[in-house]
C-alpha cells in the first residue's frame, strides 16, 4: 500500500540500507483543459462559462483554456490533460464544430487512451456524439431561456437530491445536506439569484422508453448519482451520472440541472446585478469534487 511512502531494508552481511519509496499519481501533476468554443479563455464572452473558466484557472493554476478549433487543427495534444472540463451554456443544440469528424474522432482517441471527461449543463449532450452512450439516448429534456429574459423563483432554493445508492460517492463529499423537503437536497442555487433555467438531462419516467432508473442505467451503461431536487431516487429524472473507467476509455461525469448555475444574470428589467447566489460555494465544490476525482481514475 503506498499511500504513504514505504521504506525497504535491504541487507547484506556487512551493510544495511534503507530505501524510501514514495508512489506519485501519474495524474497529479499533468494540467487539466477547459474546453471552449472560442479562440482563447480571455475571449470567451458567454458570463457563465468564464465564471467557470475563472474559478478553474484560479482553483488549478495549471489550467489550460483548449478551443474546438484547436482540436480540428491539430495544433493541440490532449493526450497532456488528466481531465478535459466543457461547460457549455450558449447554445443548447451544441456548437456546429462540436460534431466535426476531427474533434469527435480526437476526443474519443484521448478517451480511449484513459483521459477523463466533466460535461456540463448543454455540454452533457455530447455524450453521443462520443458513443459514450448508444445512438438517441443522450439527454432528452434540454431547455432554458435565452439572455434577456432571465427570472426568479421567489418561492424555493433549487438543487438536487443524492442517489441513496451513492450517498457517498467522492463527488458529493463536504456538500451540505439540507433536510427541510422530503428527502435531502444539495441546495445550489439561491431562490433570489435570477437564472435562465439551462437544463440538459434525462426524463426517465415519460419519455425515451427508459420506464425508470434501472431502464435509464441498462440502456445507457451510466450510473445515475443525483436526481431532481425533493426525490429519493432517479426515476423521474436524472441530473448527475458517470460513466466509469472501463476497457481503457477514461471515466465520465456529467451535471446538467438549471440549478448549476455560475453567473446570475442581471435584473432584466432594471439592469441592477442579481442578489447573490449563496449556495456558489455549492457550485464550486461540487465542480472541484468532479474533477479531483477524475484526475485520480
Not at 458567454?46 to 473558466?53: G, H, P, S
Not at 458517470?242 to 440549478?259: D, F, Q
Not at 455560475?262 to 432584466?268: K, T
Amino acid at each position: 500500500d503506498f499511500t504513504n511512502p514505504v521504506v525497504f531494508t535491504v541487507k547484506t552481511a556487512t551493510a544495511s540500507v534503507n530505501y524510501m519509496v514514495t508512489a506519485i499519481d501519474v495524474n497529479a501533476d499533468k494540467p487539466l483543459a477547459f474546453l471552449g468554443n472560442y479562440a482563447t479563455g480571455d475571449a470567451i464572452t458567454n458570463a457563465d462559462e468564464m465564471a467557470a473558466y475563472r474559478w478553474m484557472a484560479t482553483t488549478y493554476p495549471k489550467t489550460e483554456y483548449v478551443s474546438l478549433n484547436a482540436i480540428k487543427n491539430g495544433t493541440v495534444n490532449l493526450s497532456k490533460y488528466s481531465v478535459i472540463w466543457w461547460h457549455e451554456d450558449a447554445t443548447q443544440t451544441l456548437p456546429d464544430i462540436a460534431f466535426d469528424n476531427k474533434v469527435v474522432t480526437a476526443v474519443k482517441n484521448y478517451r480511449a487512451a484513459g483521459g477523463n471527461l466533466l460535461l456540463t449543463t448543454f455540454a452533457a449532450r455530447w455524450v453521443e456524439a462520443l458513443g459514450i452512450v448508444p445512438p438517441f439516448k443522450g439527454p432528452n429534456n434540454v431547455f432554458g431561456d435565452p439572455y434577456g429574459k432571465q427570472w426568479q423563483d421567489n418561492n424555493n432554493n433549487w438543487g438536487f437530491s443524492i442517489n441513496k445508492d451513492h450517498a457517498k460517492h467522492p463527488v458529493f463529499t463536504g456538500l451540505p445536506l439540507t433536510p427541510d423537503k422530503p428527502y435531502p437536497v444539495v441546495y445550489l442555487l439561491d431562490k433570489v439569484a435570477f437564472r435562465l433555467n439551462h437544463c440538459s438531462w434525462w426524463k426517465v419516467n415519460e419519455w425515451g422508453g427508459y420506464v425508470d432508473a434501472a431502464g435509464w442505467r441498462a440502456q445507457t451503461g451510466g450510473i445515475d448519482l443525483a436526481g431532481p431536487d425533493g426525490s429519493d431516487n432517479t426515476n423521474s429524472n436524472v441530473t448527475i451520472a458517470e460513466w466509469v473507467k472501463s476497457n481503457g476509455n477514461g471515466a465520465t461525469l456529467v451535471i446538467t440541472p438549471g440549478s448549476y448555475d455560475w453567473f446570475a444574470e442581471p435584473d432584466p428589467a432594471t439592469g441592477a446585478p442579481s442578489p447573490a447566489n449563496s449556495y456558489l460555494p455549492n457550485v464550486q465544490k461540487l465542480t472541484q469534487n468532479s474533477i479531483d476525482y477524475l484526475r485520480k481514475q
